[in-house]
């Protein structure tokens, strides 16, 4: 090394400009995917929605809400909470965070692009049929 230390200057301004250019390309290919693979994906939400406790969360981020919000829902303590959040995070649920630095969770954005009467379908109870 030759002693000598450099300098550079990144603002606040700049890494966020790029981290929503990095944001907006990944939304486009998830678009991409989602439509060209729309069949598999509801096949695998349909999987993952398989209980109340998962559709009743998903119901609930339609719009942003905290794990204190969602823990009013009926669960005991957010480790019970986190048991069904889970597997909701691998393609249904994004996570965001607040002005304050809370965790906020919502629909991703392959659950929203999906019409909106197979969204309604996928978070239905499935039909009980009697025998």
């Known amino acids: 090394m030759n002693g000598k230390t450099t300098n550079v200057e990144v603002s606040s301004t700049q890494l966020l ?3 929503i250019e990095i944001k907006d390309r ?11 693979n729309r069949e598999i994906l509801i ?3 349909r999987d993952v929605l398989n209980n109340t406790q998962r559709r009743q969360i998903m119901a609930a981020c339609q719009v942003p809400q905290t794990r204190a919000q969602l823990v009013k829902l009926g669960y005991n303590s957010i480790p019970a909470l ?4 889970k597997p909701l995070r691998e393609g249904l649920i994004h996570e965001t965070h607040n002005s304050n630095g809370a965790a ?16 309604e379908e996928l978070l239905n109870e499935p039909k009980q049929t009697k025998k």
């Open 82 to 85: 986190e048991y069904h959040l």
């Open 17 to 19: 400009n790029e981290l």
């Open 104 to 119: 906020l969770f919502e629909w991703s954005l392959l659950f929203k692009r999906l019409p909106q009467k197979k969204r």
């Open 43 to 45: 096949g695998f939400f």
């Open 26 to 36: 990944v939304g486009a290919l998830e678009s991409v995917a989602g439509i060209a």
